[in-house]
Each structure stands twice: as C-alpha cells, then as structure tokens.
C-alpha cells in the first residue's frame, strides 16, 4: 500500500475537511457526501461550518433552520439525524464527540461506514472504510464479481495497515473517485496496477451490477390556494422522505377524474376546506432515488374557512414573498418559482 500512499500525497485534491482533523467537520463532511458529489457538498460544507461551527451551536439550533441550510442536498434524514445526534452529543457526552467507536455508532444516523469514517480520520482509529469507491477498488484488485460484503469487508481490514487509518482510507476513496471509476478507468495512472488482477481483462466488469428495477412514477395535484394575498402550506411529519419540510397541499392522482376536480375534494377531505382550481400551472418533474414525480400545480381561490391539517401536520397561511424562509423540497422550490412568476404576470408581485 506504500505505492498508494505516496500517490495520494502528491496526488489529493485540496479540499476543507481534509485541512483539519476536528471530528465535528469530518463527522459533518462525511454525512453530507453520502450518495452526494464532491462538488455538490463544497459549498454546503462552508455554509454549515459558518452557520454551526461546532456541535454546541448545532445541538442549539432549531431544527427548520437546519433543514433550510440543508435544503437541495436531499436525504433530508441526514440533517435530522445530524441535529438529534448533535443535541444528544450536548446532553449526555458532554458536548465532546467521542473517539470510542461503540459510544459514537450510539448516535442517531451512525452507521458503520460513517464510524468507520470519523473514527480513522479524526482519531486514526484502526478501522476499515468501505464506501462505493473502496468496494469498487477492492472488486477489482481481487477479481471479485459479485463481491459478497464478507469478503470486501475482509479484504479492506487485512489490507488496512495498522497505524496510518486516516491516510490510507482516505487514499482508497481517492483512487475510487479519481482513478478506478465505474468507466473508462485510468489504469495506466494507478498506484496498485501491479498488484490488480482486473487489469488484465476487463476492469469494468468488476463490480458486478444488478439490473435496476423500474423506477415508479407518481402524479400529484398540487394546491397553489391563495387567500387574501396569502398561501397554503402544510408541512410534512417529522419522518420519512422530506419530514420536516414545508409544501403546498397536494393530492396523489390516479388514472380517473381530473387533476382539478380530484385536488378539490382531496383538500376537502383533508384539510377541511373549499378550493376552486382556477388554472393549471407548468408541470414539475422531479427524479428522487427510488421513484420520480410530476407535480401540477393548480392557482386555486379558497372560501374563508379555516383548514385543520391531518393529525401530525401543521398548516400556515404566509405571503408569497416569505416563502423562501421555510425550508422546501427541490420540487417545491420548482413550484414556488412557478407561482410566484404567476402572481407577477397578475400584478400581485
């Protein structure tokens, strides 16, 4: 592993959580590049160490204002996760992130990888991180095709030398991301081209991929409802897909009835009041991990009664200027430019 070591010196991008090994902005770095690329995270990783810099300033914040900074990265979980793990860091370590592995795998959203990850970075702790990139890495210099997660998981710790964690799984995710990529690998640039028995056929056959299941598409009609210079949004129960965050009211569509007619009653047997779909929106197509969404939003006018959300939600009215301070979905960030683009064409910009 010498060869890979000297490579990843010389070779590493420059980036802001390799500049310190404060376990905080490992910990935070490490959340945030899960299934996300490294150009994406750059700017969020500043922003989150401005606005929380450390874990007593994330255990005190309040939780929508997390989402908000989080928001547009997805797999919203992991910022709640983040923030209860942060309060739990304050209560009961206290406010130390640990360098015990057992202690800190306890923290909500820690998992092995994460673990892994915190512990050999920030404190050299002997212990093997496996991600996409290594389990790549690790397939192909063992020919491994389909890698069961036994093997990679023991190929990666009698590979680990004892001692310099932080150095050498950084050096693996490296050479996965820059070197041994899923195509058109640059195998004439690799440090461990001697010892990788891929090499010799066809390096892209390893790992062995599953085929990908059909992807579900699912239809919303979605409520623009307007009331005296105010909107309708409802904000999502605190777990699951996009928990926390806010939206505007929406009805799951089937192949019957219309997107109109089917979003009015929806709204009346769910919120309890009475809209009137007045015109369709542009529609918004939206690809999430498992499944992917056209939302149709409709300017709707709606009676003076009060809605009451189902139990578990909350429901606000706000002016269309101060939706951008309520942390939102991608989708319905789509939404709202849609809407507010309406109102301005209607002179109520």
Excluded at 28 to 53: H, N
Excluded at 79 to 85: G, Q, S
Excluded at 138 to 150: C, G, I, Q, Y
Excluded at 242 to 264: K, M, N, Y
Aim: glycine share 8%.
């Amino acid at each position: 592993m010498a060869a890979l070591h000297v490579w990843y010196r010389r070779t590493a991008r420059d980036l802001p959580w390799r500049r310190t090994r404060d376990p905080y902005a490992v910990w935070i770095s490490e959340v945030m590049l899960q299934q996300t690329q490294v150009a994406t995270v750059l700017p969020y990783f500043q922003r989150w160490m401005e606005a929380f810099p450390d874990v007593a300033s994330l255990a005190a914040a309040d939780l929508e204002d997390v989402l908000r900074l989080w928001e547009g990265l997805g797999y919203y979980s992991r910022a709640r996760n983040l923030h209860r793990a942060a309060a739990e860091v304050a209560r009961r370590l206290g406010g130390v992130i640990p360098d015990d592995p057992e202690a800190f795998r306890s923290l909500p959203g820690v998992g092995a990888y994460t673990c892994a990850a915190v512990m050999s970075i920030a404190f050299d702790r002997d212990m093997a991180v496996i991600d996409g990139n290594v389990k790549r890495v690790l397939s192909r210099l063992a020919a491994l095709s389909p890698p069961s997660a036994a093997v990679i998981d023991e190929l990666a710790r009698k590979l680990l030398p004892r001692g310099t964690a932080a150095l050498h799984n950084q050096a693996m995710m490296e050479l996965g991301a820059l070197v041994c990529t899923p195509r058109s690998p640059r195998c004439a640039g690799c440090p461990l081209r001697g010892v990788c028995r891929a090499r010799a056929g066809d390096p892209e056959r390893y790992p062995k991929k599953a085929p990908m299941p059909a992807v579900p598409h699912r239809r919303f009609a979605v409520g623009l409802v307007l009331r005296d210079g105010v909107v309708l949004i409802d904000r999502r129960p605190p777990g699951g897909l996009l928990g926390g965050l806010w939206e505007f009211p929406r009805v799951e569509l089937d192949d019957e009835g219309t997107d109109g007619s089917t979003l009015a009653a929806g709204l009346r047997r769910d919120l309890h009041i009475a809209v009137e779909p007045r015109r369709a929106l542009a529609e918004v197509h939206h690809a999430y991990s498992h499944f992917r969404v056209t939302l149709r939003p409709w300017l709707c006018a709606a009676n003076a009664g009060a809605t009451r959300a189902a139990e578990g939600r909350t429901t606000r009215w706000v002016r269309p200027s101060e939706l951008s301070g309520f942390p939102m979905s991608t989708a319905d960030r789509k939404v709202m430019r849609g809407l507010l683009e309406a109102l301005e064409g209607q002179g109520q910009g």
